[in-house]
């Protein structure tokens, strides 16, 4: 074999190795929102900003109010059922993070609890999924570890939903405004009335005293 032929073959294999890594690139890139298992979760993990720091979670179109124990989707409220919302919560707390079966486990049913927990566990995940839409063979939210439980694969956020309230707070002056305004244009219309009517009163009464007047003198005339 000639040296061009040895060349040629090198190139080939460099040119192959150079896809492979643009392509590998490519798909970190793609999953980019979704943590990868064993990644860093830096200082927005749950460990060091726990849920409790505030009342909302939320992860793509979802959100979790921890004051009503309730989830839902782009505003429109999920039924959850009280265990397949505690496994929610559980997989919340550690993102990117093995959640074992066995932690499901304690966390879901009491030490002197007996039930076959294989398969409770199995059915509360299953209604997990089912509520998020996520399907098990290609998820996005909730991967399965094989023979050791479940990762949840993306990033929640925390919060108290402090600047919705303060967009409210900022539109509800104008609002009571624009309402005490109308209220007096309203009653600016009746007060002109009010006094119209008073004025005719008014007139009414001269006229009426006038007119008394002029017969009282009639009568004094007719009498003499």
């Known amino acids: 074999m000639d040296a061009s032929n040895l060349f040629a073959r090198a190139r080939i294999g460099w040119l192959s190795a150079d896809s492979g890594n643009t392509a590998s690139n490519s798909k970190a890139a793609f999953r980019g929102p979704i943590i990868s298992k064993g990644e860093p979760q830096g200082d927005s993990s749950p460990e060091r900003g726990p849920l409790s720091s505030g009342r909302y979670i939320s992860f793509g179109p979802f959100r979790v109010d921890q004051r009503r124990q309730e989830l839902s989707r782009d505003g429109a409220r999920i039924k959850l059922q009280g265990k397949v919302y505690q496994a929610l919560l559980t997989l919340l707390e550690k993102p990117g993070e093995t959640i074992t079966r066995e932690d499901l486990r304690v966390r879901l049913w009491p030490d002197d609890t007996h039930v076959n927990y294989d398969a409770n566990i199995n059915t509360t ?5 089912a509520a998020l839409g996520d399907p098990s063979d290609n998820p996005v939210y909730i991967e399965t570890i094989p023979k050791k439980g479940y990762c949840l694969l993306v990033r929640p956020e925390v919060s108290n939903g402090l600047e919705n309230s303060q967009s ?8 009571g405004t624009e309402a005490a305004s109308q209220i007096i244009a309203v009653y600016r219309f009746p007060l002109r009335i009010v006094l119209c009517v008073i004025g005719l009163i ?4 001269l006229l009426g005293a006038g007119i008394m007047g002029l017969w009282i003198n009639h009568a004094k005339n007719v009498t003499r």
């Open 168 to 175: 409210l707070e900022e539109e509800t002056p104008a609002e």
């Open 202 to 205: 008014f007139a009414g009464m």
């Open 125 to 129: 995940v299953n209604k997990l999924r």
